[in-house]
């Protein structure tokens, strides 16, 4: 079974700064999606950035980029010059293709709080 | 990308009631997912909505406790049923595209259960 592991459950970062958050997964397929959500107090789940196992190329939002390392199951996200409203929890999920007869599932890692300092 | 919303955003419940949240998708999509979020806890998939058919259930959830309606593409019930307080949570609905692969949530029922 798939497990994802974020190892920092908090982490600070000064406004304007970059912070760097961890995430390390366990799978035994070599195609599948690797997702990160941000969650503010309002609760409502949202898409950050998502990437594809069979791309090389490390997916970029803005100030969001990912840095993907499929041999050694890690799928960090960069953070560039944070913002007051970045503050949230962040989670990491995993997920099998659709297409390839998966229910689909999103498997999550217990989060990570970051809170952002003026 | 799909938008999605809950009725009700929020609840309180009494002991051994019953409330069903619904969830509305503004397109139709294939894959409709309830999940559960206990207090500063993760996400725990309840179940896979079907629809015209049962739901398929993870482990360590039953369709007694957690019965779910899939009528059409666009809609989804779920009922958390003779609720005791361990049942307070954030419930979200989530629905999965495949072009491209990608899934998104509702803005969640927050449920308290005295």
């Known amino acids: 079974a798939q497990t994802v592991t974020q190892s920092q459950p908090e982490m600070s970062v000064q406004e304007a700064e970059t912070v760097t958050l961890s995430c390390t997964y366990d799978?035994?397929?070599?195609?599948?999606?690797l997702f990160w959500y941000k969650q503010p107090p309002s609760r409502q789940m949202i898409l950050v950035i998502r990437?594809?196992?069979?791309?090389?190329q490390n997916a970029t939002e803005n100030r969001f980029s990912v840095n993907f390392q499929k041999a050694a199951k890690s799928f960090s996200l960069k953070i560039s010059d944070s913002q007051l409203g970045d503050a949230a929890m962040y989670f990491c999920?995993?997920?099998?293709?659709?297409?390839?007869?998966?229910?689909?599932?999103?498997?999550f890692g217990k989060g990570t709080k970051l809170s952002v300092k003026p | 990308s799909a938008v999605i919303s809950q009725k009700p955003s929020r609840d309180i419940c009494q002991r051994g009631t019953s409330l069903t949240i619904q969830c509305q998708v503004d397109?139709?999509?294939?894959?409709m997912f309830w999940y559960r979020q206990q207090p500063g806890q993760s996400l725990t998939l309840i179940a896979t909505?079907?629809?015209?058919?049962?739901?398929?259930?993870e482990s360590g959830f039953v369709i007694d406790k957690f019965p779910i309606s899939r009528p059409n593409l666009t809609f989804s019930t779920l009922t958390v049923s003779n609720m005791s307080p361990e049942d307070s949570s954030i419930y979200l609905c989530?629905?999965?595209?495949?072009?491209?692969?990608?899934?998104?949530f509702g803005p969640g029922t927050r449920l308290l259960v005295l």
């Open positions: 397109s139709q999509v294939t894959m």
């Open positions: 909505a079907n629809q015209g058919s049962e739901a398929t259930y």
């Open positions: 990437q594809e196992a069979y791309k090389q």
């Open positions: 999920a995993y997920r099998s293709p659709l297409n390839g007869g998966s229910q689909g599932n999103l498997i």
């Open positions: 799978t035994s397929e070599s195609d599948y999606y």
């Open positions: 989530s629905v999965a595209d495949s072009r491209p692969e990608t899934q998104y």
